[in-house]
């Protein structure tokens, strides 16, 4: 479907994204959100995108003075030369003038003189870009709805003659159930924060209408820092679709791939369960290093751990991790979750799958989950990430750690039915030593091993996957039991 209008861009990483180009020219926008939550920001980004473009630009102030305005674009380190401004101050100095000999009633003449400064001064200007900042003051002027109503489409009739894309800001004060602007306005961006229970501010925009064009619906986290808004757009693996060769990926340990079939299948996602410290990173860290072997670049994301921890342990066991690291084959991301939202993580893999990555690994799935406390969707976000990276040939590990150490083991969530393929770990006890027993319990694309065979993992001989626990029953329950000969025992 060709594009009918001319954009706007908006000078914001990703918004435009989400608007598919930009806002459609020489219309009205608002946006609204509760003070603090960054529409100042975003109108003065949209006005110096313009004003880079070589487009005049006109910010009108009614509840901010201009010196505050100018201390915002300050702390993100911008500069307003070129951005025409017009403040209530100078309104006010006229009001004065005009109202002393009237019989009208001052709010009358408040707002009637108000609107007039304003387009005579737009008129002067000519702006191709306006924000208006803000609504709330017209509102309290006109007192009425009608009123009200009546201006804002005078306004609006105003700019659509002048051919100007104007953005008007509203900062929610008025009446929940009240939809007039929403109604008047070509489109409606609406701007959110909330506070988690432990954590930074989470930011969210969302397009509540926009006429004439198709635009990602939906809710999109967004940040905001120095340098301005910077939106994740909400990510949707059916537009995200790449062929590509279907192969095994190999972790390095024959034993382990003859328990998978032959390896793992590329694009697909694998699940290890197990207690903590029972190797599952280990495990990670060596599909990561035989994936770089092979030349592929690999991503870690790190929640758990801290990253020179990842790679020491790595190295100990002689996968020489640092190595790849250092080359740029393997990449570790160590991620704080209270600070970081599922949008923003999203983001960072599509930057990094677009660098080239083939290999993507989440250590832990607890630590990616709890980055998301509050979201109530969060197993359908963690599926349409996994249904991305796979549609572009993209191998994910995960780890998740359950609860408990020996005996009854559980799950913090139950997340086994969203992978392709699940490992599963136990410790269990024989000859007076803990050990570890490494099973597959599912793999969607392929035969499998049912066995569940011995792992070891030392400095001395690194990763050692051995042969069938056939003498032992109960491995995966709280209380194993052996039934071969006591010299067996001791040799394994």
Known sequence: MPDLYQRARTGIAGLDDVLGGGLPRDHIYLVEGDPGVGKTTLALQFLLEGVRSGEKALYITLSETAEEVRLIAASHGWSLDGLAMF???????QMRVDAENTVFHPSDVELTETTRAVLSYISTVNPQRVVFDSL????????????????????????????????????????????????????????QQHPPEYGGDRRRIRVVKMRGIPFQTGFHDFDLETGGLRVYPRLVAADHKKPFKSDVVKSGLDALDAMLGGGLDRGTSTLIMGPTGIGKSVLVAKYAVAAAMRGEKVAIFAFDELRQITISRADSLGLEMSKYVDDGSITIQQIDPAEMGPGQFSARIQTLVGEGVKMIAIDSLNGYLLSMPAERFMFIQLHELLAYLGQLGITTLMNMAQAGIVGTIQSPVEVSYIADCVMLLRYFEAAGRVRKAISVVKKRTGQHEDTIRELSIDGRRGVVIGEPLERFRGVLAPTPEFHGEGRELDRR
């Open 87 to 93: 403040e209530l101050s100078a309104i006010e100095a």
């Open 136 to 191: 709330s003051e017209l509102r309290l002027l006109a007192q009425s709805h009608l009123r009200y109503r009546r201006e804002v489409l005078n306004l609006k009739t105003y700019f659509s003659r002048a051919r100007a894309t104007v953005i008007m800001l509203d900062d929610r004060t008025s009446d929940p159930n009240d939809m007039q602007l929403q109604s008047i306005a070509h489109g409606v961006l609406s701007l």
